[in-house]
């Protein structure tokens, strides 16, 4: 499997605003898709994830839409 170059982003919250923005964070290069879930009172919520390699060799587990693919 050949690898791509994806940018990074999070969100951030605008102070004195009631949202958040998307903000880019870096690039790094994507391996796989994988899941991940987050606890709810009525049980776990499962999302979709890109497992990212950034510079550094940190890897990360990003929600995919928090992560856009280069051409």
Known sequence: MGTRKVVVYEWEKEEGKPYFKKVRVGEGIFHQFGVDY???ETGPGNFTTAIVEMPDGEI???PVGLVVFKS
Do not use: G
């Open 38 to 40: 987050e606890e709810f």
């Open 60 to 62: 990360k587990n990003i």
